[in-house]
């Protein structure tokens, strides 16, 4: 009973930072070609799947029409506002001039545009505190695609923890970014379906 006592007023006086450093040093190695995230203190392990990478890749490939190679992520910790958030994002891209910090990572201050394609596993921190964290984080557009579902929500205009617009786009459609910092639209005609 003691050691759990002391275990807490330990934890208690480390940073959230801290914390996650922690509990990500605890988890290494990962096994190859499973994603790590924290998620409100929760620990979360997916595989990837082809479906899922083809995705990524084609977001990636449509956003280097703006963003170079350099500021283009994938799977990249990022720490976000709220108890605990170290989110690895499926596509993360970063505004010009961001650096990472003394500790060798990026910032959330730096993120213009995150997108996740959901695993059925997780699906509910992707619609829920994955994307109150993106808000509050002001994140200006936070894009969800769901191969199950063969759709798309474009989340924009974050105030107040939370994001004013919501539009949502079947596969085949355009996604229209063209009134965000990214400025572009995206394809999801070649999207795969799950």
């Excluded at 934890?11 to 994603?35: R, T, Y």
Aim: proline content about 5%; aromatic content about 8%.
């Amino acid at each position: 009973m003691t050691v759990v006592e002391t275990d807490r007023i330990e934890m208690a006086d480390i940073s959230s930072e801290q914390a996650l450093d922690q509990m990500f040093e605890a988890l290494e190695p990962v096994p190859e070609g499973l994603k790590v995230e924290i998620v409100e203190g929760t620990v979360y392990m997916s595989p990837q799947r082809d479906t899922h990478w083809e995705i990524i890749l084609d977001i990636i490939e449509q956003l280097r029409a703006k963003y170079p190679r350099n500021r283009l992520k994938s799977d990249v910790r990022i720490d976000y506002p709220g108890h605990l958030n170290g989110f690895a994002t499926d596509v993360t891209a970063m505004a010009e001039g961001a650096e990472k910090t003394d500790a060798g990572r990026w910032r959330h201050e730096d993120v213009e545009f995150v997108a996740e394609v959901i695993s059925k596993g997780t699906a509910a921190n992707d619609y829920g505190p994955k994307k109150a964290a993106y808000a509050t984080a002001e994140v200006p557009a936070y894009l969800i695609v769901d191969p199950y579902t063969r759709r798309c929500v474009l989340h924009t205009q974050p105030k107040d923890g939370d994001y004013a617009t919501e539009t949502k786009i079947a596969f085949g459609d355009e996604i229209d970014l063209t009134d965000t910092v990214e400025g572009l639209k995206l394809d999801t005609s070649e999207f795969p379906r799950d």
